[in-house]
C-alpha cells in the first residue's frame, strides 16, 4: 500500500492542499490524511466532501480567521491556572472565529444536509464571548473599563506620573550645576539624576552607584524617592487588580472548556474539508462515487 501511495505522490498532494488551510491544526489534519478501508467511512467523507466543494463552487472560500490552537491555553486554565491577557485574548479571538464560521454557513442559502450537523454542533459561547470583550476589547491588554478599581488605580498613577514628571524637571533647572548631564536615568527601576561626585554630600538623597567612568553618581532626591515608592504600590496595586481579572476569566474559560475543545476539533475537520474543497475548486476536481464491484 505505501508503496501505491508514493507512486501517487499522496503526501505531496496533502502538502498542496494544507496550503489551503488556514490554521495550523487544520494544516495538520489535512497532512494526516490516511486512504481508509471503511466503505461506511469513504461513503460520509465523499458525502461530506461532495457539500464542500459545492458550497464551496457557489459560495466562494470560507473565512476560518482568528482560528488558532488554543488546546494549550485550555489545559492550563483547566489546571485553574491564571492566564496571561494575550492567551485570553487568543480565546476571545478564537470564540469570535467560531461565530463567523458559523454565521457564514448560516448566510447560504443552498441547504447541505452533510455538512448541517457540523455547522450545527458549533457553540456560540456568547457569555464568554462578551466578557473577555468587555475586558479586553478587540486587544490583549486589560481595559481600564475591566473594573473601577482598576480605572481608579491608573488614573491615580497617570496623575501621579504627570506630577513626578513636573517635579524632575523643576529640580534638574534649580540644580542644574549640581548635575554632570541633564538626563533622567532609571537605575535598579529607579529614576534618577547624574550629579558630580563632589555635590553628593550637598544634597539630600540616595546614591545609587557611578558611573562607568566614575566622573557621574545616580541620585535619587528624598521628595523623589517617597513619589517612587508611592507610585510603585499604585502599580502593584493595578497588577494585583489585573490578576484578579485574569482569574475571573480564566475560571470562566475552565467551565467552558469542554464547549471549546468541542468546537476546535469541529473546526479543525471544517478548515481541513475546506481546504480540499478550495484544492479540488482550482484543478477543477470532482469528487469520486462508490460502486459495489469488488
Not at 448560516?106 to 457540523?118: F, I, M, P, S, W
Not at 558630580?196 to 539630600?204: A, D, I, M, Q
Not at 541620585?219 to 502593584?236: D, M
Request: hydrophobic share 40%.
Amino acid at each position: 500500500m505505501n508503496n501505491v501511495i508514493e507512486k501517487l505522490e499522496f503526501n505531496l498532494v496533502l502538502e498542496q492542499i494544507a496550503a489551503f488551510a488556514s490554521f495550523s491544526l487544520g494544516k495538520e489534519e489535512v497532512l494526516n490524511t490516511k486512504p481508509s478501508y471503511s466503505k461506511l467511512i469513504v461513503s460520509r467523507n465523499l458525502a461530506l466532501m461532495s457539500d464542500a466543494l459545492e458550497c464551496t463552487i457557489k459560495n466562494g472560500s470560507f473565512a476560518f480567521t482568528g482560528l488558532s490552537d488554543i488546546s494549550g491555553i485550555i489545559q492550563h486554565a483547566e489546571k485553574s491556572a491564571t492566564l496571561h491577557p494575550e492567551d485570553i485574548a487568543l480565546v476571545g479571538r478564537f470564540i469570535k472565529g467560531v461565530q463567523r464560521v458559523k454565521a457564514q454557513f448560516d448566510a447560504v442559502e443552498e441547504k447541505y444536509d452533510h455538512l448541517n450537523d457540523l455547522f450545527e454542533s458549533l457553540m456560540g459561547l456568547t457569555s464568554l464571548d462578551q466578557a473577555i470583550y468587555h475586558a479586553l476589547g478587540d486587544g490583549s491588554r486589560v481595559l481600564d473599563s475591566a473594573s473601577a478599581h482598576l480605572r481608579e488605580t491608573r488614573r491615580a498613577i497617570s496623575q501621579l506620573e504627570g506630577s513626578i514628571d513636573k517635579k524632575l524637571q523643576d529640580y534638574m533647572q534649580k540644580h542644574k550645576d549640581s548635575l554632570s548631564e541633564n538626563i533622567i536615568s532609571l537605575q535598579q527601576g529607579r529614576q534618577t539624576f547624574l550629579i558630580k561626585p563632589s555635590e553628593k554630600n550637598k544634597l539630600e538623597g540616595t546614591i545609587y552607584g557611578a558611573s562607568a567612568s566614575g566622573q557621574s553618581l545616580y541620585f535619587e532626591p528624598s521628595f523623589l524617592s517617597r513619589y517612587q515608592n508611592e507610585l510603585n504600590q499604585l502599580k502593584h496595586s493595578e497588577n494585583m487588580e489585573i490578576d484578579r481579572i485574569c482569574g475571573e476569566l480564566s475560571f470562566a474559560i475552565k467551565e467552558e472548556s469542554v464547549e471549546l475543545l468541542a468546537n476546535l476539533e469541529t473546526t479543525t475537520l471544517l478548515d481541513a474539508l475546506f481546504a480540499k474543497a478550495a484544492w479540488a475548486s482550482k484543478h477543477d476536481g470532482v469528487v469520486a462515487s462508490l460502486n459495489d464491484d469488488h
